[in-house]
């Protein structure tokens, strides 16, 4: 069994997952964690820059303040979460699913949000916030705005 006290190194790429784990303030950048499950957790102040978070479930995670700057997270499901101050800066989120508590995010610029799964009201309410969907996907090319659909 996976204890949270392992460094990141000692459990990236092996067949262990998160779920239920303390995660906090720990570093899992550039990591490859693909398919992992990280239900559950508790991840505050915990950095996932630029790591293959591809399908990987987030279900009911606490996230504040956790930082996915490049990481790609397409398919990934982060339903339930809490996303306060959470840094979603150029990822690639397309075909993720999200709850409301992503307007809760700090930002989401150059984010590619291509096919990401939103609750229906969120939406408005996303492309509404000032200075919060911008910029364009470093990687796909893809406008923020233009890839959650954000009318002009």
Do not use: W
């Amino acid at each position: 069994m996976a204890s949270s006290s392992l460094p990141a190194s000692a459990i990236s790429g092996g067949g262990l997952d998160f779920a239920g784990l303390d995660l906090s303030g720990k570093d899992y950048s550039s990591g490859n964690y693909k398919g992992k499950d990280f239900s559950q957790v508790i991840a505050r102040q915990t950095t996932f820059k630029g790591s293959n978070l591809q399908g990987c479930r987030f279900y009911k995670a606490l996230l504040v303040e956790s930082d996915f700057s490049d990481a790609d997270i397409r398919g990934a499901s982060l339903e339930d979460t809490s996303m306060d101050d959470a840094i979603l800066k150029n990822t690639n989120a397309g075909g993720a699913y999200f709850s409301a508590s992503l307007l809760d995010a700090k930002t989401l610029e150059g984010a590619d949000m291509t096919d990401a799964q939103l609750p229906p009201k969120l939406l408005a309410r996303i492309c509404d916030k000032p200075d919060f969907a911008k910029g364009t996907n470093p990687v796909t090319g893809v406008d923020t705005r233009d890839s959650l659909m954000c009318p002009e």
